[in-house]
């Protein structure tokens, strides 16, 4: 800008011209950075004033040249500016807008004030022209970051939420459906800690603008953050179906992304979709639905795409509300430890029991350790919960070994947690030694999966427990990784073959094949075979015929409460 006043404070009609404060009126003129125009309603007269010759190369003497000012402005302002040059026809007294100038990349900010006299007739108006640009460009880059997420380019979750509102109200009112499609890649943190967070973000980045190229008027894309995409879809058909969209990316994901660093990476993706209305009504509702169902198409194995159900959601709501109260559990008042016989078919005597858990919760519902302990295993409450169950079971066992002087073996079932803390076998032993009770009472069950995540740490403590005299089980055999050639040399004594096997051991051919060669096998390994779940005397028949060496099952007896197990002790020992 030139500072150019030459057609500054000329005076002339309309202007003060009053001696120093003539002066003073024309240095503030002089150092204003605007543009400036004066018009005086009574007189007719327009100046331009100030800087006006940097904002506009035109000259406008009179109300007509106005017209002029408008052709300086990009056409969509026009018609606001028409507004503001006659803020009077409104009544008001001062209004603003801002307007881009034509050719020059400026942006004005345009302020206009009138004056009225007494009887409300406008007398003079200022209209003023402020250059903003820089700050009109700060707020492109404000809202920018406001609405985008940076690495990606995609929206930000507070932005796709807004729009996916706009989405759903659309479709109420025409009746059509919005989809949210919730991405997460599978195993990302397994890719930002071994190969580190910089080639992680590159992941990011690159899969998340190919999730860009969906985006269309119908279809918005966001990162919500970390891995997590989201893509929102009004009325979904297609091209822009979620099977479409799904397909488009299965299929780039069959080809790695290629790092900076020359690297190239494969990816998967588990994907949850849920749709408006059929979902949840609400926005924040159906990304939830979305991000749920995701979850399970986690744990299914990853790499899939898991569409709303209802059973997917409640259960997921019956978890959750589960965890909260497992969190504030008082296990005195709230667990009770039940004790199932297990009887030997040699000569029909009881070999021992197995310590099951039972909850019962504040609202009087008894709630199956099969849902309950791999919640704990997931949130850290196994600990606590696990150390209960060891004291509780070993104080009862030795209550009835005192009572009844007879030795019998304890199962207590132990999760994989414990079974990796340090002081697990300290524990224990404290605990044996309390109550008196000898580690050759006790058999500790653990499952196949425990000996796959470390088969050689685990194998070296199961030495320890062995050394300290303890029986291991294996827990649930042929439900998990069921190979028979790694049982060979483990230090364990017994197998338990699981309540599936024996459920079919009758009906299906194929299961009495293997179940019989588990058995066969396992003897000769030297092993005691378990069978558990054992509901009928077929199969109670069919397996002592197999020689199986013991029997749990409901044929024999459920899960009893210890006042019963001493009932049972009164008759049997
Ligand atoms: P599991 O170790 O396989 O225990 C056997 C389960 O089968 C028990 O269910 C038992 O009640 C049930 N069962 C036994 N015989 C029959 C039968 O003839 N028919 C049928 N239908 N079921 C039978 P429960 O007590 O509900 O325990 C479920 C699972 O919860 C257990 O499976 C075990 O994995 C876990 N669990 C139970 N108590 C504890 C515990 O104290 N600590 C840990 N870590 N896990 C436990
Ligand atoms: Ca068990
Ligand atoms: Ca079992």
Redesign the pocket.
Same mark, same amino acid.
């Given at each position: 800008m030139n500072g150019n006043t030459e057609q500054g404070v000329a005076g002339g009609e309309g202007i003060p011209k009053v001696g120093s404060e003539e002066q003073m009126f024309r240095m503030i003129c002089n150092t204003s950075s605007c543009a400036i125009l004066y018009y005086n309603f009574q007189s007719g007269v327009v100046r331009t004033l100030a800087n006006w010759n940097s904002f506009f190369d035109i000259e406008v003497k009179n109300e007509d040249d106005f017209e002029k000012i408008y052709d300086c402005v990009e056409k969509q302002y026009v018609f606001s500016l028409k507004e503001l040059l006659h803020t009077e026809c409104r009544g008001m007294t001062s209004d603003s807008m801002v307007a881009a100038l034509k050719g020059n990349n400026l942006w004005v900010e345009c302020e206009a004030v009138v004056e009225y006299d007494g009887e409300g007739r406008p007398v003079e108006k200022v209209i003023r022209f402020k250059d903003v640009t820089k700050f009109k460009y700060q707020d492109e880059e404000l809202a920018y970051l406001a609405y985008h997420d940076v690495l990606t380019g995609l929206y930000n979750r507070n932005y796709f939420v807004r729009h996916l509102g706009n989405f759903t109200q659309r479709a109420s009112e025409s009746k059509k459906k919005v989809a949210v499609m919730f991405l997460d890649i599978d195993d990302f943190r397994k890719i930002n800690d071994v190969l580190g967070i910089i080639v992680g973000d590159e992941v990011v980045q690159q899969f998340g603008q190919f999730l860009g190229t969906f985006r269309s008027g119908q279809t918005i894309v966001s990162r919500f953050n970390s891995d997590i995409y989201c893509i929102g879809i009004y009325d979904p058909q297609e091209e822009r179906s979620v099977e479409g969209i799904y397909r488009a990316i299965r299929e780039r994901l069959q080809k790695p992304f290629i790092i900076s660093s020359g690297q190239e990476l494969i990816i998967s993706v588990s994907v949850g979709v849920a749709e408006y209305p059929e979902a949840a009504k609400d926005v924040l509702e159906l990304v939830n639905c979305a991000e749920i169902v995701m979850f399970k198409a986690k744990s299914g194995g990853k790499n899939a795409i898991q569409y709303f159900k209802v059973p997917i959601l409640d259960d997921f709501l019956q978890n959750a509300s589960i965890e909260n109260k497992l969190k504030e559990a008082a296990f005195h008042e709230n667990f009770v430890m039940y004790f /199932?016989p297990q009887y030997r078919i040699r000569d029909g005597k009881l070999r021992g029991a197995?310590?099951? @858990?039972r909850w019962k919760d504040d609202d009087g519902n008894m709630i199956?350790?099969?849902v309950f @302990?791999p919640i704990a295993e997931k949130n850290g409450a196994?600990v606590p919960i696990?150390d209960w169950?060891i004291e509780e079971s070993i104080r009862l066992y030795a209550g009835w070994k005192k009572k009844y002087n007879m030795s019998l073996i304890l199962s207590i079932?132990?999760?994989s947690i414990q079974y990796k803390r340090d002081d697990f076998v300290g524990k224990l032993t404290d605990t044996l030694e309390k109550y008196g009770v000898k580690p050759s009472e006790v058999e500790l069950?653990i499952t196949e999966s425990v000996l796959i995540e470390d088969f050689v740490e685990v194998t070296d403590k199961l030495l320890i427990l062995k050394g300290y005299g303890f029986k291991i089980s294996l827990?649930?055999f042929g439900t998990g990784y069921s190979s028979l050639s790694y049982l060979k040399g483990l230090p364990i004594d017994t197998l338990k073959i699981d309540?599936s096997f024996i459920d079919t051991v009758i009906s299906d051919y194929n299961t009495r094949i293997i179940t019989e060669s588990i058995i066969h096998m396992v003897k000769k390994l030297g092993y005691e075979t378990v069978a558990?779940?054992?509901?009928t005397k077929e199969q109670y028949d069919y397996l002592k015929s197999m020689e199986c060496d013991t029997i /749990?099952?409901?044929?024999l007896s459920r899960?009893l409460p210890s006042d019963q197990v001493e009932e049972l002790l009164e008759r049997d020992v």
């Amino acid at each position: 800008m030139n500072g150019n006043t030459e057609q500054g404070v000329a005076g002339g009609e309309g202007i003060p011209k009053v001696g120093s404060e003539e002066q003073m009126f024309r240095m503030i003129c002089n150092t204003s950075s605007c543009a400036i125009l004066y018009y005086n309603f009574q007189s007719g007269v327009v100046r331009t004033l100030a800087n006006w010759n940097s904002f506009f190369d035109i000259e406008v003497k009179n109300e007509d040249d106005f017209e002029k000012i408008y052709d300086c402005v990009e056409k969509q302002y026009v018609f606001s500016l028409k507004e503001l040059l006659h803020t009077e026809c409104r009544g008001m007294t001062s209004d603003s807008m801002v307007a881009a100038l034509k050719g020059n990349n400026l942006w004005v900010e345009c302020e206009a004030v009138v004056e009225y006299d007494g009887e409300g007739r406008p007398v003079e108006k200022v209209i003023r022209f402020k250059d903003v640009t820089k700050f009109k460009y700060q707020d492109e880059e404000l809202a920018y970051l406001a609405y985008h997420d940076v690495l990606t380019g995609l929206y930000n979750r507070n932005y796709f939420v807004r729009h996916l509102g706009n989405f759903t109200q659309r479709a109420s009112e025409s009746k059509k459906k919005v989809a949210v499609m919730f991405l997460d890649i599978d195993d990302f943190r397994k890719i930002n800690d071994v190969l580190g967070i910089i080639v992680g973000d590159e992941v990011v980045q690159q899969f998340g603008q190919f999730l860009g190229t969906f985006r269309s008027g119908q279809t918005i894309v966001s990162r919500f953050n970390s891995d997590i995409y989201c893509i929102g879809i009004y009325d979904p058909q297609e091209e822009r179906s979620v099977e479409g969209i799904y397909r488009a990316i299965r299929e780039r994901l069959q080809k790695p992304f290629i790092i900076s660093s020359g690297q190239e990476l494969i990816i998967s993706v588990s994907v949850g979709v849920a749709e408006y209305p059929e979902a949840a009504k609400d926005v924040l509702e159906l990304v939830n639905c979305a991000e749920i169902v995701m979850f399970k198409a986690k744990s299914g194995g990853k790499n899939a795409i898991q569409y709303f159900k209802v059973p997917i959601l409640d259960d997921f709501l019956q978890n959750a509300s589960i965890e909260n109260k497992l969190k504030e559990a008082a296990f005195h008042e709230n667990f009770v430890m039940y004790f /199932q016989p297990q009887y030997r078919i040699r000569d029909g005597k009881l070999r021992g029991a197995e310590a099951l @858990i039972r909850w019962k919760d504040d609202d009087g519902n008894m709630i199956s350790p099969s849902v309950f @302990i791999p919640i704990a295993e997931k949130n850290g409450a196994i600990v606590p919960i696990g150390d209960w169950v060891i004291e509780e079971s070993i104080r009862l066992y030795a209550g009835w070994k005192k009572k009844y002087n007879m030795s019998l073996i304890l199962s207590i079932n132990v999760s994989s947690i414990q079974y990796k803390r340090d002081d697990f076998v300290g524990k224990l032993t404290d605990t044996l030694e309390k109550y008196g009770v000898k580690p050759s009472e006790v058999e500790l069950e653990i499952t196949e999966s425990v000996l796959i995540e470390d088969f050689v740490e685990v194998t070296d403590k199961l030495l320890i427990l062995k050394g300290y005299g303890f029986k291991i089980s294996l827990d649930d055999f042929g439900t998990g990784y069921s190979s028979l050639s790694y049982l060979k040399g483990l230090p364990i004594d017994t197998l338990k073959i699981d309540k599936s096997f024996i459920d079919t051991v009758i009906s299906d051919y194929n299961t009495r094949i293997i179940t019989e060669s588990i058995i066969h096998m396992v003897k000769k390994l030297g092993y005691e075979t378990v069978a558990e779940g054992v509901e009928t005397k077929e199969q109670y028949d069919y397996l002592k015929s197999m020689e199986c060496d013991t029997i /749990q099952g409901y044929f024999l007896s459920r899960p009893l409460p210890s006042d019963q197990v001493e009932e049972l002790l009164e008759r049997d020992v």
